[in-house]
């Protein structure tokens, strides 16, 4: 069975410009999870999403990013203008419920740095 | 102060060792808890859960005291491959996000 597939792996920018990530989560995960990584620290949620509908975007800053999932499967994350700090890696996640015994399963991440 | 706290290392250990990790959390209102393993320049993968009665997967031991708030990793005759970073993650409750320590790097050498 496939994992959750992300692209791009990698991403450069430089700072204002636009940039969109896309995720596929593994077929039959209902939620999807948009978690950022920086350098040295865990993984930070910043959006959940059950089917098409965001039910935890508190983390998110709105300003500048952005997410949709339509059609509750595959789902983008946007970010414009970036800014320097936007640094990190941005990770997708999936899984099959919410429960404790639901495993969240990640996918390879974007790596993006913005000069 | 974070929510979950661990000593980042790196814990540098040679092969055969056993080495423990501690996590402490400040939500007592954490319900689930688990460590991560993420492979450099990988992404996480659930390792095992962790429960309060302590439970065992070959040569891991996890343990959890919610009266202290911390969690434990203990891993016996390590190996080389075991050379990863070990996250602490807490969920709060069904639904609810999971909460990541900024990991422990470890490094077993032979």
């Known amino acids: 069975e496939a994992g959750v597939v992300q692209s791009p792996r990698y991403k450069i920018i430089e700072k204002k410009q636009p940039v969109a990530f896309w995720c596929n989560p593994i077929?039959?995960?209902?939620?999807l999870y948009w978690y950022r990584q920086n350098l040295g620290q865990g993984p930070e949620l910043l959006i959940r999403?059950?089917?098409?509908?965001?039910?935890?975007d508190s983390q998110l800053p709105k300003d500048r990013f952005s997410a949709e999932r339509l059609k509750g499967v595959d789902s983008t994350l946007k970010i414009q203008p970036a800014e320097l700090g936007d640094s990190a890696v941005y990770l997708c996640?999936?899984?099959?419920?919410?429960?404790?015994?639901?495993?969240?399963?990640f996918g390879p991440g974007t790596r993006l740095t913005v000069l | 102060r974070k929510e979950v706290e661990q000593d980042p290392g790196p814990f540098n250990v040679p092969e055969g060792a056993t080495v423990a990790f501690n996590c402490t959390y400040s939500?007592?209102?954490?319900?689930?808890f688990f460590w991560y393993r993420q492979d450099c320049r990988k992404e996480p993968k659930l390792l095992m859960s962790?429960?309060?009665s302590g439970n065992e997967d070959g040569r891991f031991t996890a343990q959890l005291n919610r009266a202290s708030q911390y969690i434990s990793l203990l891993i016996r005759d390590s190996k080389l491959s075991d050379s990863a970073t070990y996250l602490c993650?807490?969920?709060?409750?069904?639904?609810?996000?999971?909460?990541f320590g900024a990991g422990t790097i470890l490094r077993v050498k032979s």
């Open positions: 962790v429960y309060s």
């Open positions: 993650v807490v969920k709060r409750e069904y639904g609810n996000k999971l909460v």
């Open positions: 939500n007592s209102a954490s319900q689930s």
């Open positions: 996640a999936s899984s099959s419920g919410l429960a404790a015994y639901n495993e969240q399963f």
């Open positions: 077929s039959g995960h209902n939620t």
């Open positions: 999403y059950e089917n098409e509908e965001a039910v935890d």
